[in-house]
């Protein structure tokens, strides 16, 4: 199962962010599940890297993206997921490439904190809590 997961939960999991923490650290260990393909984007990681080296300093945040990188699948953008946002219903652009992103990756749900931003999707949109309790 391919499931792309949004820069907010993949945070929770750096930062131990509370009261997030629990259910995105247990997400995250699906990455290490062969069913399972945990995925993200390029502009997620540029958004991780962007908090955690604010909390931790550079060297820490790159030490982060390095493991992200090993565990995830990473989906690049290109002008064709570009393109498909700017002529989305997406409210905000930033969401829409994710979720054009996600529909690349072939994700068969999307985990985030804020499914609210993800009305115009066609596939699932679930949290990390949400999608743990449907294994």
């Known amino acids: 199962m391919i499931l792309f997961v949004d820069s907010d939960v993949l945070l929770d ?10 259910e995105s650290a247990a997400l995250m260990e699906l990455a290490d599940d062969i ?13 991780i890297h962007y908090a955690a080296k604010r909390v931790f300093g550079e060297t820490l945040a790159r030490q ?3 493991v992200l990188t090993k565990k995830l699948k990473i989906v ?18 930033e969401d829409a490439v994710q979720y054009y992103a996600a529909v690349s990756a ?5 985990i985030t904190r804020n499914a609210k931003d993800y009305k115009q999707a066609s596939i699932p ?4 809590g949400q999608f743990l309790k449907t294994l």
């Open 13 to 22: 999991t750096i930062l131990i962010r509370q009261p997030y923490f629990i």
């Open 35 to 47: 069913n399972f393909t945990l995925c993200t984007s390029v502009h997620g990681l540029l958004n």
């Open 64 to 66: 982060a993206i390095s």
């Open 76 to 93: 690049p953008e290109d002008v064709h997921i570009v393109e498909q946002a700017v002529n989305s219903n997406f409210s905000d652009f």
């Open 106 to 110: 072939k994700a068969e749900v999307i």
């Open 125 to 128: 949109v679930l949290t990390a």
